[in-house]
């Protein structure tokens, strides 16, 4: 079981992106995920995570811009980022709680994917 980003890329200020974690293997569903990003000499920090019931939260920093969802019919999930800033210039990460043949769920993380805002 594995799960791998895609979507990063250069951008320019105001742009948009749409993110995607897909996870791979026997997996029969996606629990929860969070999205985190890691500036150059920053912490990982979590900017969306969406609960098993569908819950979101958002860090202030990206609330009304970004926006996380999954899809269990593709084991895949999303993270739509709009008014892109230079500050939003990270690589990041999605951490996926799944539904595997292993009990309990666990947290798989992915490889990254680097996103660059231009200004």
């Known amino acids: 079981v594995q799960v791998a980003e895609s979507g990063g890329g250069l951008v320019h200020v105001g742009g948009s992106l749409r993110l995607s974690c897909a996870a791979s293997g026997t997996v029969f569903g996606i629990n929860a995920m969070g999205w985190y990003r890691q500036a150059p000499g920053k912490e990982r920090v979590l900017v969306a995570h969406?609960?098993?019931?569908?819950?979101?939260n958002y860090a202030d920093a990206v609330k009304g811009r970004f926006t996380i969802s999954v899809d269990n019919d593709k084991n895949t999930g999303y993270l739509q980022m709009n008014s892109l800033k230079p500050e939003d210039t990270a690589v990041y990460y999605c951490?996926?709680?799944?539904?595997?043949?292993?009990?309990?769920?666990?947290?798989?993380w992915g490889q990254g994917t680097q996103v660059t805002v231009s200004a």
């Open positions: 951490n996926a709680n799944l539904l595997t043949t292993v009990f309990p769920s666990n947290d798989y």
């Open positions: 969406i609960s098993d019931g569908g819950t979101t």
